[in-house]
């Protein structure tokens, strides 16, 4: 059983174009979880999703940050415009249909941005 | 606003030797805590989850409490190794769709 899978390992981008962060969660996971991650600061997070749905995005910047989990494919993160702010390792976070309350949370591997 | 902390500071401790990691949570009365570790490069992997209900929990050499009077959590490595070597996260829950409220971690390094 495949984890959860994130693609590019590594992005490098100039200021100014678009970042696309891919995300296929593990298995039978059909809720899916985007967190940043800043140089010495924690995870913070973005966005929650569901198939077709976005449920919480309560921590995503209000502009040029857009994320979507269709029904088929994986999720992706958008980031337009990139600016040198937004380099920093993104991490996937999955979960089963209809999650537990208090169950853990699987983490992809991460995409590390780097915007120059 | 809710907050996790961790102390930034390195935890530097000789093999063989229990380290003692500490989670202190602010504004808020967390149902659960959960603690990752996270290797350079890598994704977070969960180790441990203790409900609020719960003083203690134990997973082979890893000891979690959770003191809801301290508002902390305390996270033990007993029997040190050099692999466990590595930052670890403490967590908690953010509400009702299961996000998680990260710490930023304490580097621990032991020494052979």
């Known amino acids: 059983n495949a984890g959860v899978m994130q693609n590019p390992r590594h992005l490098v981008r100039r200021r100014g174009q678009e970042a696309r962060l891919r995300c296929s969660p593990m298995?039978?996971?059909?809720?899916v979880y985007w967190y940043r991650q800043l140089p010495e600061e924690g995870l913070k997070f973005m966005v929650y999703l569901q198939k077709e749905n976005i449920i919480d995005e309560s921590g995503m910047p209000k502009e040029r940050f857009s994320a979507e989990f269709p029904k088929e494919g994986p999720s992706i993160l958008r980031i337009q415009q990139v600016v040198r702010g937004d380099s920093a390792a993104y991490f996937c976070?999955?979960?089963?249909?209809?999650?537990?309350?208090?169950?853990?949370?699987?983490f992809g591997q991460g995409t590390r941005l780097t915007v120059v | 606003s809710q907050k996790i902390e961790q102390n930034s500071e390195a935890l530097n401790i000789q093999e063989g030797k229990t380290a003692t990691l500490t989670c202190n949570y602010t504004?808020?009365?967390?149902?659960?805590l959960q603690w990752y570790r996270q290797d350079p490069g890598r994704g977070p992997v969960f180790l441990l989850l203790i409900r609020e209900n719960e003083k203690e929990k134990r997973k082979e050499r890893l000891k979690v409490t959770f003191d809801t009077t301290l508002k902390q959590s305390l996270f033990h490595i007993t029997a040190s190794q050099p692999a466990d070597s590595a930052t670890y996260l403490c967590?908690?829950?953010?509400?009702?769709?299961?996000?998680?409220?990260f710490g930023t971690g304490t580097l621990l390094a032991v020494q052979p």
């Open positions: 976070a999955s979960s089963p249909p209809s999650p537990r309350v208090n169950t853990e949370a699987f």
């Open positions: 298995k039978g996971h059909s809720h």
């Open positions: 967590a908690s829950d953010g509400g009702a769709t299961n996000k998680l409220i």
């Open positions: 504004n808020y009365s967390p149902a659960y």
